[in-house]
């Protein structure tokens, strides 16, 4: 694994594990609080972002096909692939956010936001540079940007997500692993949850200039002081043959004749919110938008963008409500951009009496996001709207007291929705992380009452295994290795010891050994299984045959193996799978080599090595593993790694564990010391906090030996 790999895998030092000097402890410090800053910033945007497009999905739809024809892919207007991808990009935006928020699949999730911030920011570059739509939607109609804002906005944020992917376990996480999959399965069905809400009914928040309480005369008002944008027209006109072009100050005779004429924007100005609302009725064209907004009755607007589409199924709902209008004196108008042909076809359906003005179809999706959608008016002011699935009951007292309001009920109403999203989704989310957090508290008090040595010994010998395991190697005959085993089985039984004994032979000891040995006192092992379940591998014996001998265990991944036989983490990959398949425990060894240990690599050689093989296990498998780290440089040399260098490692390793798979499962493996282990030097190394035995080689081949290693542990 490369350097540049291992730095974004966010790889301890020897120096991180020692606690560092007090430089490093303020880089670490700084790029902490910088990927905190960063995460936070992303979070908050994407949560944001996605909620207000998920609460309007129908204004996603629209613009995610004004994107497809900008860039001529055939989508047709209100497709249902339009609305999915409404849905889905809006959960996408706001799972991400919250999973981001938590530091949930911290690296996965890191990424994911990362490369998707990469092609937004490009799509994002397309329409700075081409402008085929004047407003991206990412905050839905909640921010209006332009397409430079956008483009910038995106930069920074990308920029903050290629930090935060470069560094992911440095997020803070605010709940424990244990209670992610709450926060995780909770928010995919409240966000979805929430755009199948806002479909039904209406959106949940309404950021348009239509919304319950605006006035529609102020919303195409000009401020004072402000100038609207400036057009200029030029005319292409002809004459005998020549061509040329004219403004409207130099406009020529009759002798020339109009060819084409050409509107550009010269400046930019002021638009008003509302800037195209028209209503002209249909057959005779008269307009009534001055009248319908002047009036100081009240007035219901069935507002359908397309009659052709518009549900028909609550026509009976609709014609209670027109009756209603009718017998109060009250208008009741149709709106739409739909055809006479069209408005003729939903009066055969719905026996629809009340007369049709036509509008705008653009500004009639802005109105109401439903179609057909119900507005009360008076005095030009919006007092009330409805979905056609949401029809208001002319019979109920909520119905009558609106025609007390004149304003609207629009800020009770807003605030009633914010009370419910925090009811719903932020309460129950900041309950769970206060309850977690409480308990994590609790636990870190109770844990630092016990941080002295013994307690470290105690705890050690209660959460983890104690084990000496032999590797017998390509050493001894049948009849010597039987001999050696009866004459360790009878050692142990006389005299039981404090630890698991485990022998592991070649394959040719495994039967005749397990039937002169008692397994409860020592274990059986075996040296190796092959990576193949079962077929013509000549001379391989596959992890079934080993358990069919009586053997438990077995080792994989030795350095000789590696080095010798050149297997391959996939190789050894296979080996442990199909070990764990067959009930087998597994003995995984990992080192580095005197090379990698001269040039301060061996955190990332053994973190690549438990990658590369063993962290693709769930966490019942892995529980399975016992981890033997054995120095290359000292395997049969002579040469051991000091007690204080073999805790550093051994610690590196646990916390590793840790990242992968919780501290709970961590502090439950046993890792092995397996370096030139011999009865002199056992007992310092065992009484290191985080080294729970040894793998022994050639010390395990005399029971005198063997045993005085194992007398270590008392």
Request: aromatic fraction near 10%; proline fraction near 3%.
């Amino acid at each position: 694994m490369s350097e540049g790999m291992n730095k974004g895998r966010n790889v301890t030092t020897v120096e991180d594990v020692a606690g560092g000097g007090n430089t490093g402890r303020a880089v670490r410090f700084a790029q902490h609080a910088i990927v905190n800053v960063c995460r936070l910033a992303v979070a908050v945007t994407f949560i944001f972002s996605g909620f207000v497009k998920a609460i309007d999905p129908l204004g996603t739809q629209y613009k995610i096909e004004d994107y497809a024809v900008a860039a001529g892919i055939p989508l047709q207007s209100g497709s249902w692939i339009a609305l999915g991808l409404s849905v889905a990009l809006s959960a996408a935006e706001f799972c991400l956010g919250v999973l981001l928020l938590f530091a949930i699949h911290r690296r996965l999730v890191s990424r994911i936001t990362a490369a998707f911030m990469g092609v937004m920011t490009l799509i994002t570059l397309w329409l700075w540079i081409a402008e085929p739509v004047k407003d991206c939607g990412c905050f839905g109609d909640a921010i209006h940007l332009s397409n430079a804002q956008t483009l910038l906005k995106n930069i920074v944020l990308l920029t903050c997500a290629t930090v935060v992917a470069w560094r992911p376990l440095q997020m803070v996480r605010f709940i424990s692993r244990s209670n992610q999959w709450i926060v995780v399965n909770y928010t995919i069905l409240f966000i979805i949850g929430v755009s199948i809400y806002c479909l039904y009914t209406l959106p949940l928040f309404d950021f348009r200039p239509y919304h319950v309480g605006a006035d529609i005369r102020q919303g195409m008002e000009m401020p004072p002081g402000e100038k609207g944008p400036e057009f200029e027209t030029t005319f292409i006109m002809e004459k005998n043959g020549e061509r040329r072009e004219f403004s409207i100050d130099n406009y020529p005779d009759s002798t020339w004749a109009f060819i084409d004429s050409k509107t550009v924007q010269v400046s930019e100005g002021y638009v008003p919110p509302i800037h195209d609302f028209s209503v002209v009725m249909q057959g005779d064209g008269t307009d009534i938008t001055e009248d319908l907004l002047a009036d100081n009755g009240y007035t219901f607007l069935l507002v359908s963008p397309q009659l052709e589409t518009a549900d028909d199924t609550n026509f009976g709902d609709i014609d209670r409500l027109y009756e209603y209008a009718f017998s109060n004196g009250m208008k009741f108008i149709g709106l739409t951009a739909s055809s006479d042909k069209a408005i003729s076809r939903w009066r055969d359906i719905t026996g629809a009496e009340y007369d049709f003005g036509i509008a705008d179809g653009t500004t009639l999706k802005t109105m109401i996001r439903s179609n057909p959608g119900l507005l009360l008016l008076k005095g030009g002011r919006v007092i009330g709207k409805w979905s056609h699935n949401d029809l208001p009951d002319p019979t109920e007292q909520d119905f009558a007291e609106l025609f007390g309001n004149g304003s609207g009920n629009g800020d009770f109403d807003t605030a009633k929705k914010v009370m419910k999203v925090v009811m719903w989704f932020v309460i129950p989310l900041f309950i769970l992380t206060l309850a977690d957090r409480l308990w994590a508290w609790s636990s870190m008090i109770r844990n630092r009452r016990k941080t002295n040595r013994l307690y470290k010994l105690l705890k050690k010998k209660k959460m983890r295994k104690k084990i000496v395991a032999g590797n017998w190697k390509m050493n001894l005959n049948l009849q010597e290795g039987v001999a050696l085993a009866k004459e360790l089985n009878e050692a142990l039984k006389a005299e039981k010891p404090n630890c698991d004994v485990i022998i592991c032979t070649p394959f040719i000891h495994l039967a005749s050994v397990a039937q002169e040995i008692d397994q409860n006192i020592l274990a059986l092992g075996a040296e190796n299984c092959a990576d193949k379940e079962k077929g013509a591998y000549t001379g391989e014996v596959s992890a079934e045959m080993v358990k069919s001998t009586g053997a438990q265990y077995v080792i994989i991944g030795h350095s000789e193996r590696r080095g010798y036989y050149a297997e391959t983490p996939e190789i050894l990959k296979e080996k442990v799978m199909l070990a764990l398949k067959n009930n087998l425990k597994v003995i995984f060894c990992i080192g580095e080599s005197l090379e990698e240990r001269e040039a301060n690599r061996q955190n990332e050689v053994v973190k690549a090595e438990l990658e590369g093989s063993v962290f693709n296990l769930t966490e019942e498998d892995f529980r399975k593993i016992i981890i033997a780290y054995e120095p290359i440089w000292a395997i049969g040399t002579g040469k051991t790694a000091t007690a204080e260098q073999a805790e550093e490692i051994h610690a590196y390793i646990r916390s590793i564990v840790a990242e992968r798979y919780g501290k709970t499962v961590a502090d439950d493996t046993s890792i092995l010391y397996g370096g030139s282990c011999k009865a002199s030097n056992a007992p310092e190394l065992f009484a290191k906090p985080d080294i729970d035995g040894g793998l022994i080689g050639g010390a395990a081949l005399k029971a005198a030996d063997f045993k005085g290693i194992i007398d270590a542990w008392k």
